[in-house]
């Protein structure tokens, strides 16, 4: 009888047979028909490696924003200078205070992929650590993490004037217990979106529940309407 050893071994050469003979489209879907759940694992636990050295790396400093944009689909290059650098210089943040952005695409439901299950999860940790402060993204994401208490009403945080100010940008959606939350603030046609090169679609503005930036967060917004 074989040994276990030997099963692997016939098992990885009939594999690599396989793979010999067919195209290279064949292979990737190959690789991906089969392998797409692996795939995903090592995706989300990268993805979870990446937020626990992000949380280290925090202990160490005070972070001037978080800050993570979904779903954005311009047709030119999205440029997070205007954040990570003119909002930074603005506050007078130090060395030790930056200011983080970073893109992601995610679909939902019967549409999610591996990659969108990955990055709902980095989003979670990020939550879950109180790293996250600001979302920006399309209506169907706002509506998501609003469904799930994840953003912050609007009319309760911002201060009057702001509020004043922006009270006719908010977006409302439901909250877990379908109560109407304005959870977002329209940014389009700011000088930030068109600097950022941010498309009217993903411009809904909202600032993470439990955000350990809020202030910061608050500043943000006074920034790009300049309040």
């Not at 010999?20 to 694992?41: C, P, Q, T, V």
């Not at 001037?64 to 030119?76: A, E, K, T, W």
């Not at 799930?148 to 977006?171: F, H, N, T, W």
Request: proline letters at 3%; glycine letters at 4%.
């Amino acid at each position: 009888m074989s040994s276990l050893k030997d099963q692997l071994k016939e098992e990885v050469r009939t594999e690599r047979q396989k793979m010999k003979e067919m195209s290279l489209e064949d292979k990737l879907w190959y690789i991906w028909e089969y392998y797409k759940f692996h795939i995903g694992a090592v995706l989300v636990l990268i993805l979870l490696i990446s937020v626990v050295i992000t949380s280290v790396r925090n202990a160490s400093i005070d972070p001037g924003l978080y800050c993570v944009i979904i779903n954005n689909r311009s047709s030119q290059e999205l440029d997070t200078a205007p954040l990570e650098q003119d909002f930074f210089n603005h506050m007078g943040f130090g060395k030790k205070q930056p200011v983080y952005v970073e893109s992601m695409y995610i679909s939902y439901g019967d549409d999610a992929t591996e990659y969108s299950y990955a990055s709902m999860a980095k989003i979670s940790a990020l939550v879950a650590t109180r790293d996250l402060d600001v979302i920006m993204a399309d209506a169907e994401s706002m509506d998501h993490y609003a469904s799930l208490d994840g953003m912050a009403d609007l009319e309760q945080i911002l201060p009057p004037d702001v509020l004043s100010a922006v009270k006719d940008r908010l977006r409302t959606a439901p909250d877990s217990t379908g109560r109407s939350v304005s959870v977002s603030v329209d940014i389009s046609g700011t000088s930030l979106a068109d600097l950022m090169h941010l498309s009217d679609e993903a411009a809904n503005l909202g600032i993470v529940n439990n955000s350990g930036q809020t202030d910061y967060a608050v500043a943000l917004v006074r920034y790009i309407f300049g309040l």
